[in-house]
C-alpha cells in the first residue's frame, strides 16, 4: 500500500495542482475510473500574458498620442479614424489575451487510477489528446531549473512508457517531485492489482 495520505484539493478556475479533486469529469472517463492528479501549467506562466496586458491597456492613452504628436506636423488624422483605430486595438488586444488564456486553461494533465492522459489545445477546433494505461509507465523523472523553477516549485515531469506508446512530457507544473511520487505510487498500486488479479 502506498504510505502518501490521500489529500484532497478543490478546484477552481485557476486550479493548476488538485490531488484527488472531488467531482471533477472528463471527456471519455470511464465508469469506475478516479482523478487522482489534475495538472495545468503553473500559475507563472501567466505573469507575462498580465504584464502584456497591462501594456496593450495603457498603450492608446500613453503611446497613441506620442505618435499622433509626431504625425500631427505632416498628416492630420481625423478624430473618428483615432476612435475607430483604438476600438480595433483593444478587440485585437483582448482577443489575443483570451487565445493565450484559453491555452494554458485547456492544456492539462489528468492521471487517473487506470491511465495518464495528456489533452494538448491547439485551437478552438482542434485538441490533440494521447493517453496510457498506468501499467505501461517504466520510469518518470522530473528537472527544475534556474531560480524561479526552484523559488516557484515547479519543473517539468518525463514519464516513458513501454513500447511504441509516446513518452509524456508535463512541462513547467506545479510541485513536479509530488507528481513524480503520485504517478509512481498510482501505478505501483495498478501493477500490484493487476497482479492480484490474474
Same mark, same amino acid.
Given at each position: 500500500?502506498?504510505?502518501?495520505?490521500h489529500?484532497?484539493?478543490?478546484?477552481?478556475?485557476?486550479?493548476?495542482?488538485?490531488?484527488?479533486?472531488?467531482?471533477?469529469?472528463?471527456?471519455?472517463?470511464?465508469?469506475?475510473?478516479?482523478?487522482?492528479?489534475?495538472?495545468?501549467?503553473?500559475?507563472?506562466t501567466?505573469?507575462?500574458?498580465?504584464?502584456?496586458?497591462?501594456?496593450?491597456?495603457?498603450?492608446?492613452?500613453?503611446?497613441?498620442?506620442?505618435?499622433l504628436?509626431?504625425l500631427?506636423?505632416?498628416?492630420?488624422?481625423?478624430?473618428?479614424?483615432? +476612435? !475607430?483605430?483604438?476600438?480595433?486595438?483593444?478587440?485585437?488586444? $483582448?482577443?489575443? =489575451? *483570451?487565445? %493565450?488564456?484559453?491555452?494554458?486553461?485547456?492544456?492539462?494533465? +489528468? !492521471?487517473?487510477?487506470?491511465?495518464?492522459?495528456?489533452?494538448? $489545445?491547439?485551437? =478552438? *477546433?482542434? %485538441?490533440?489528446?494521447?493517453?496510457?494505461?498506468?501499467s505501461?509507465?517504466?520510469?518518470?523523472?522530473?528537472n527544475?531549473k534556474?531560480? $524561479?523553477?526552484?523559488?516557484?516549485?515547479y519543473?517539468?515531469?518525463?514519464?516513458?512508457?513501454?513500447?511504441?506508446?509516446?513518452?509524456?512530457?508535463?512541462?513547467?507544473?506545479?510541485?513536479?517531485?509530488?507528481?513524480?511520487?503520485?504517478?509512481?505510487?498510482?501505478?505501483?498500486?495498478?501493477?500490484?492489482?493487476?497482479?492480484?488479479?490474474?
Amino acid at each position: 500500500m502506498s504510505e502518501r495520505k490521500h489529500e484532497i484539493t478543490k478546484t477552481n478556475l485557476f486550479t493548476s495542482f488538485a490531488e484527488w479533486p472531488p467531482n471533477l469529469r472528463f471527456e471519455n472517463q470511464e465508469k469506475n475510473e478516479t482523478v487522482i492528479l489534475f495538472l495545468r501549467q503553473h500559475l507563472i506562466t501567466l505573469v507575462p500574458m498580465v504584464i502584456l496586458g497591462v501594456v496593450f491597456i495603457f498603450a492608446p492613452t500613453v503611446l497613441f498620442p506620442l505618435f499622433l504628436k509626431m504625425l500631427s506636423t505632416t498628416i492630420k488624422i481625423p478624430v473618428g479614424y483615432i +476612435i !475607430v483605430g483604438t476600438f480595433f486595438w483593444y478587440i485585437a488586444a $483582448f482577443g489575443m =489575451l *483570451l487565445a %493565450k488564456f484559453l491555452h494554458w486553461f485547456f492544456n492539462i494533465f +489528468i !492521471v487517473t487510477n487506470e491511465r495518464i492522459i495528456d489533452i494538448d $489545445f491547439i485551437n =478552438l *477546433l482542434y %485538441k490533440d489528446v494521447a493517453e496510457a494505461q498506468l501499467s505501461r509507465v517504466q520510469d518518470i523523472s522530473y528537472n527544475q531549473k534556474g531560480i $524561479f523553477g526552484t523559488m516557484f516549485n515547479y519543473g517539468n515531469v518525463v514519464i516513458q512508457t513501454a513500447g511504441e506508446l509516446p513518452n509524456f512530457s508535463f512541462e513547467i507544473v506545479p510541485k513536479p517531485s509530488e507528481v513524480v511520487d503520485i504517478i509512481s505510487d498510482a501505478a505501483k498500486l495498478k501493477a500490484k492489482s493487476e497482479g492480484n488479479g490474474h
